[in-house]
């Protein structure tokens, strides 16, 4: 533990250890050299990244692949400014990072002196897009924020937390008390909910099991509710993986499609755990699940909106449906099983029929792609019609495996997110999927996966426009404009990165070049294009 004499940003240091944390997102700055000062002397890693975007998307990266709190610190002023964009992200993805920030002295702050970085008000910056926002002023004051971060991170929905650490208190002795909190557990079910579901499951003639993202851990127990009803299984995107895509009672995430859709206005029971339900699960701002829906969530304001349910369970998602599954009345429901999935294989089996020329082509592609990854591979994806595509008809068979910016919805995210999920998942295989105006927003981190020789495949959809926006300027009769662009040559530019990099000519090619990208020394660029298709 950390002596008396310590300062308290090398205290600051230790304590995190005790927590956990093994790998650290950022750059030294003049503000937070102090944060640095005893990082050579501890068990974490540091990755140097190249913007502090690049922090906060590879802590979120890291958070949703491990399941662990992604840590990142950053400096006063424009180092946070910088990292608002990520952390917005996590925000709206609910994803456990932790914010470090150096802050300007307690006794000259937001004066207007003109002091460098100054803003005026830092705290309230980082408050609009964090759960915990906390401004330290003595040494027992950052010991708290820590305690409460984690505290959060293990009992709470998961979203990021934001710690302040003026100049003049890094320099401080730390003084003594540098221990570890215990945590507190996870709420849990009460007994006459669990009763209460298990009824009104037992009962429904066309029950559904609907998966978001805090269903994530809850996979085996959400399969053997639905294995023993009968019961199709929906997700969001941020819930794919919760069970195997490939599951025949699995139709994944569809709630933008007729199918989908269809399923639930049929359904008389649906049982939805971990998801807020939100705007960009529907993409539709009146679609409202109707009577029978039971709710399992551990925020308690997602319970309360903006779908009204019959039963609102505030707890873990895999407790809670353990304990359902446990409850559920014996019944034989094997001629419902047959006919579900029945149903998912015709709704799969029909779908290519209704595809357009775009998803078309996609289909194409992701087929290859997913043929040439290993099943556990971990997919960061980005905003762009390729991962758009993928979100619907491309299979993710565990969880923690398809990392997507839903909610934020901001550019830039797989590249880094990428990165911090291969840090977190070393073992693991990691891709990214990614269009050639997103990479733009953080290409620059192709140098912090060169420099760590880390073997990304990153899949970029190279259609040489904001191929979306394009698409949407002429489905609203609005003449295309500012959607096409120069780009770099990206062969070129991965080289000098020094990492490898591929065009493939045919589809065959491309899954011969993700093939020596998994066995590569370093990232490779997998640079796809619609001449790929002939």
Not at 100 to 110: R, V
Request: charged share 20%; with cysteine; glycine share 10%.
């Amino acid at each position: 533990m950390p002596r008396a004499e310590h300062s308290t940003g090398e205290a600051l240091v230790g304590l995190l250890e005790s927590y956990g944390v093994d790998t650290i997102f950022g750059i030294p700055g003049v503000h937070n050299v102090e944060m640095y000062r005893a990082l050579p002397r501890s068990q974490i890693k540091h990755v140097l990244v190249r913007h502090e975007q690049g922090a906060g998307f590879m802590a979120d990266g890291y958070a949703r692949a491990t399941g662990k709190p992604g840590v990142c610190f950053t400096i006063t002023g424009p180092g946070l400014t910088n990292i608002m964009t990520p952390l917005g992200q996590s925000w709206s993805d609910s994803s456990s990072v932790l914010c470090i920030s150096s802050a300007l002295d307690i006794a000259d702050s937001a004066q207007g002196r003109g002091r460098l970085h100054e803003m005026q008000s830092q705290l309230g910056a980082a408050q609009t897009i964090t759960d915990l926002a906390v401004r330290a002023y003595t040494p027992q004051d950052v010991r708290d924020g820590v305690a409460r971060a984690f505290s959060a991170f293990a009992s709470r929905r998961p979203r990021p937390a934001y710690l302040e650490l003026p100049l003049d208190l890094l320099k401080l002795p730390s003084g003594s008390g540098w221990t570890t909190h215990k945590t507190p557990k996870l709420p849990q079910a009460a007994a006459d909910q669990i009763k209460e579901a298990a009824e009104l499951l037992g009962k429904a003639k066309s029950p559904v099991v609907l998966l978001g993202g805090g269903a994530l851990g809850a996979g085996s127990a959400a399969l053997a509710i639905a294995e023993k009803l009968g019961a199709p299984i929906l997700t969001t995107t941020a819930g794919k993986g919760a069970v195997p895509g490939d599951h025949p009672l699995c139709l994944g995430y569809r709630l933008a499609s007729p199918s989908g859709r269809k399923l639930l206005r049929e359904a008389d029971a649906i049982l939805c755990a971990g998801s807020e339900l939100a705007e960009t699960d529907f993409w539709e701002t009146g679609f409202l699940l109707g009577k029978g829906l039971i709710r399992i969530d551990l925020d308690p304001m997602v319970l309360a909106k903006p779908h009204g349910a019959d039963i609102a369970i505030l707890a873990d998602a895999a407790t809670a449906l353990e304990a359902i599954s446990a409850s559920l009345p014996a019944g034989d429901h094997s001629a419902r099983r047959k006919a579900t999935e029945k149903r998912i294989a015709d709704i799969l089996a029909a779908e290519p029929g209704t595809d357009d020329k775009l998803r078309e082509m996609l289909r194409q592609v992701l087929s290859v792609i997913r043929e040439s990854l290993p099943r556990e591979t971990v997919i960061a994806s980005d905003m762009t019609q390729i991962a758009y595509a993928a979100n619907e008809i491309f299979p993710v068979y565990e969880p923690r495996s398809w990392l997507h910016p839903v909610g934020f919805g901001t550019l830039g995210f797989a590249l880094p997110a990428g990165i911090g999920a291969k840090f977190g998942c070393p073992d693991k295989p990691v891709a990214v999927m990614i269009g050639d105006y997103g990479i733009q927003y953080t290409i620059n981190e192709l140098g912090t996966a060169a420099e760590h020789k880390l073997p990304l495949v990153i899949l970029m959809w190279n259609n040489d426009a904001l191929g979306q926006i394009r698409d949407d300027m002429v489905n609203k009769g609005i003449q295309p404009n500012a959607v096409t662009l120069v780009n770099p040559d990206f062969q070129a530019l991965a080289k000098a990165y020094r990492c490898h990099a591929e065009k493939p000519d045919s589809l065959k090619a491309l899954g011969q070049a993700i093939a020596r990208a998994l066995k590569a020394d370093g990232p490779t660029l997998i640079e796809m294009t619609p001449r790929m298709l002939g």
